[in-house]
């Protein structure tokens, strides 16, 4: 891990103990800091369709997860409690 990976961990893990009345405060510095930087925010890439026609159009899901149900079932059942 590189030294920016690590201060983002750490400035993360600090943000657990700021109180909840400062978190504002907190976040209109961190906006402010990403202006002055003009850093722009990043688009949300969407997902929608990449399982498509992949197969999984024939899956009975309510078939499945009832297979799975009673295949748990099953291995319980065998299980001895004392």
Do not use: H
Request: proline fraction near 5%; charge should be positive; hydrophobic fraction near 40%.
């Amino acid at each position: 891990m590189n030294r920016a990976q690590l201060k983002k961990i750490e400035i993360m893990s600090n943000l657990a103990f700021v109180p909840p009345g400062k978190l504002d405060e907190v976040s209109s510095f961190i906006d402010y800091i990403l202006y002055i930087s003009k850093v722009k925010p990043k688009k949300p890439v969407s997902v929608r369709g990449i399982w498509e026609n992949k197969g999984f159009e024939n899956i009975d899901i309510e078939k499945e997860l009832k297979d799975l149900r009673t295949e748990i079932q099953s291995k319980m059942d065998l299980r001895k409690f004392d």
